[in-house]
């Protein structure tokens, strides 16, 4: 059965750095596009950034751009999201999951933050001071 458990969260104050962790089991990164999203309190769920299968294509929502940063080690069967100059609104929890992907060529593939896989059990981040 294929699964992702993320871990790494916690509670940083603003300015304050956290790196979070995807892992995979039951199957194997490699072939996948892996995308991590939020959900705070009260609000829907939303793409934080994504990465593909194959020619290390990320991509990033707005609000993260510049501070968060995707990354994949497939030896560990891992991807990870270093977050950077946290601030109070990125409080969530956040979930990995198995996202759409777009094949550009052989070697290359874009990911796009859309998923119809079914959710984990996330990791809560809290921004306070």
């Known amino acids: 059965q294929l699964q992702l458990v993320e871990s790494g969260g916690g509670l940083v104050q603003p300015g304050g750095s956290l790196r979070l962790s995807c892992a995979a089991s039951?199957?194997?990164?490699?072939?996948?596009?892996i995308g991590w999203f939020r959900q705070a309190p009260g609000k829907e769920r939303e793409g934080v950034s994504c990465i593909s299968s194959r020619g290390g294509s990320t991509s990033y929502a707005d609000s993260v751009k510049g501070r968060f940063t995707i990354s994949r080690d497939n030896a560990k069967n891992t991807v990870y999201l270093q977050m950077n100059s946290l601030k109070p609104e990125d409080t969530a929890v956040y979930y990995c999951v198995v996202v759409t992907e777009v094949e550009i060529t052989a070697v290359q593939a874009m990911c796009i933050m859309t998923s119809s896989r079914s959710w984990g059990q996330g990791t809560q981040v809290t921004v306070s001071s």
């Open positions: 039951g199957f194997t990164l490699d072939y996948y596009a």
